[in-house]
Each structure stands twice: as structure tokens, then as C-alpha cells.
């Protein structure tokens, strides 16, 4: 019997659940959300990465109570926020003066 992705990944996420590990997939998808800022050919606008990462964490609350929306949208949150943390560091870096006047 041939198993298809879809099926093997709903009994991984399934599993993962049972064992109360879907939590530590957060730092993965966090890293994969650098992974893709750096892969990208252009950089990332730094409002959108914000915008949606916000956005794909609001949609989580809301739908938390729909248990594979909520861990779509907090997959997808994780992955935006790891694309807009480091958007906003290299922004940091290139414009070192922003730091100065915050400083002030």
C-alpha cells in the first residue's frame, strides 16, 4: 500500500502532536524564515515581512480553536518572523545611525 505525502505528513504532524513536540518545530521554521531572506533574489521589504508575519499571528489566534489552521498559520508565522528579524538587523546594520538617534 502506497502511502502519499499528504497522508504521511498529516501522521507526522499527528505524531508529533501525541508527543507534545510540535513546539520545538518553531526554532526550525524560524531558522527556514532566515534560510529564505538570504535565498531570495532581492531583499526582502522589511514592512511586508512584518506585516505578514503579524498577520499570519493574528490568523492563528483566531482560528485556534481549528486545530490544522492554527498550526499552519503559526508555522507560517514563525517562518515571516524569522524573515523579518533578520531584515531588521541587517536594516540596523546598513543604517548605523538609527541606532545613535535612538540611543539619544
Do not use: K, N
Not at 46 to 69: F, I, K, N
Not at 75 to 101: E, N, P, S
Amino acid at each position: 500500500m502506497r502511502i502519499g505525502l499528504a497522508d504521511a505528513l498529516l501522521s507526522a504532524v499527528a505524531t508529533e502532536e501525541e508527543q507534545r513536540r510540535v513546539f520545538l518545530w518553531l526554532p526550525v521554521l524560524f531558522g527556514a524564515g532566515i534560510s529564505l531572506y538570504f535565498a531570495a533574489d532581492r531583499e526582502p521589504w522589511l514592512p511586508s515581512t512584518v506585516g505578514l508575519a503579524s498577520a499570519t499571528g493574528a490568523a492563528a489566534v483566531l482560528l485556534r480553536r481549528h486545530r490544522g489552521a492554527f498550526l499552519v498559520c503559526c508555522a507560517a508565522a514563525a517562518v515571516f518572523a524569522g524573515m523579518a528579524a533578520v531584515g531588521q538587523v541587517i536594516y540596523l546594520t546598513h543604517h548605523r545611525h538609527l541606532i545613535d538617534v535612538a540611543r539619544a
